[in-house]
């Protein structure tokens, strides 16, 4: 046997991994249960009820903000940011949305891509209307304006 001098080092490894797996499975085990907010559904669907900006607004029902995936508006005190806010009051308020949600932002927002019931994506109608362009750093060129 060529490599015979070798096998009690082989196998002292080879339990040494499979002690590691059964070590990383019991600390999987012990991750604390999702929030419950995580576990709810991908989807929310629910009327306005407040425009924050031209790219966030609130919900009925819904406690965390909702930040339009995909869309980069300017601050209500930044130029443009009036017009903005405006053209999304107008576009979607007091109407029910169906947001698909895709990410938490770092302030806790919900990010989340929407549409109007008549099946319009809001941030596709911002940017068409000049107030708001497209956030290419999360979009990845989604909108085609990248």
């Keep these: 046997m060529l490599f015979g001098h070798y096998l009690p080092v082989i196998a002292r490894v080879s339990r040494r991994s499979a002690l590691f797996v059964l ?19 991908t989807v929310l669907e629910a009327r306005v009820s407040k ?3 031209g790219d966030t ?3 009925s029902g819904v406690s965390r903000r909702i930040r339009v995936w995909g869309l980069d508006a300017p601050e209500r ?6 017009a903005a806010t405006a053209t999304l009051r107008k576009l979607i308020s007091g109407k029910v949305l169906r947001c698909q949600l895709r990410d938490m932002d ?6 989340a891509q929407c549409v109007l019931p008549d ?5 596709a109608e911002m940017i068409r209307a000049g107030v708001a362009t497209e956030y290419c ?8 304006t990248c």
Excluded: C, K, M, W
């Design 23 to 41: 070590i990383l499975a019991g600390l999987s085990a012990l991750q604390p249960a999702p929030a419950a907010e995580a576990r709810q559904a």
């Design 77 to 82: 005190n930044h130029p443009g940011g009036s």
């Design 51 to 53: 425009i924050l900006d």
């Design 119 to 123: 099946g319009r994506d809001i941030a």
């Design 57 to 59: 607004f609130t919900l």
């Design 137 to 144: 750093r999360y979009s990845r060129g989604y909108y085609g």
């Design 106 to 111: 770092r302030y806790g927002r919900h990010v």
